[in-house]
C-alpha cells in the first residue's frame, strides 16, 4: 500500500521559514517524481514545485527564489524548504507521486495535506 505523509507545517510569521516533509513507504521514492501542490481557502489547487527522478527540480513563479525542494532517496523522504513565507502563502500543502513531474491530475498518489498559516 503506497502512502504519503506530510509534514512540518505549521503557523510562521511573514518572512519566516518552514520545511514541509513528505514521507513515502510502499514505492521506491528514487524510481518517482514528487511534485508539491497548495490549495488555499476558496481557491483552485495550485501547483508549487516539482523534482524528478533524475533530481531536476522546477518551480512555479511566485514560489522561485524561496522554496526549495530536495529529496533523500534513503530516507524515502521528500522535502520542500519555505524560506521568506508571506500570507500569500498559506494553504494546504500537499506532496504527490508519480513517474513524472506532472499536472495534478496526472498523479497517481497524494498525501493527506498539512497546513502552513502565514502571518502578517
Known amino acids: 500500500q503506497v502512502q504519503l505523509v506530510e509534514s512540518g507545517g505549521g503557523l510562521v510569521q511573514s518572512g519566516g521559514s518552514l520545511r514541509l516533509s513528505c514521507a513515502v513507504s510502499?514505492?521506491?521514492?528514487?524510481?518517482?517524481?514528487i511534485g508539491w501542490f497548495r490549495q488555499a481557502p476558496g481557491k483552485d489547487r495550485e501547483a508549487v514545485s516539482c523534482?524528478?527522478?533524475?533530481?531536476?527540480?522546477w518551480y512555479e513563479d511566485p514560489v522561485k527564489g524561496r522554496f526549495t525542494v530536495s529529496r533523500d532517496n534513503v530516507k524515502n523522504t521528500a522535502y520542500l524548504q519555505m524560506n521568506n513565507l508571506s500570507p500569500e502563502d498559506t494553504a494546504v500543502y500537499y506532496c504527490?507521486?508519480?513517474?513524472?513531474?506532472?499536472?495534478?491530475?496526472?498523479?497517481?498518489?497524494w498525501g493527506q495535506g498539512t497546513q502552513v498559516t502565514v502571518s502578517s
Open positions: 523534482i524528478s527522478a533524475s533530481d531536476g527540480t
Open positions: 510502499g514505492l521506491q521514492l528514487e524510481l518517482y517524481a
Open positions: 504527490a507521486a508519480d513517474w513524472g513531474c506532472f499536472d495534478a491530475d496526472e498523479y497517481d498518489y
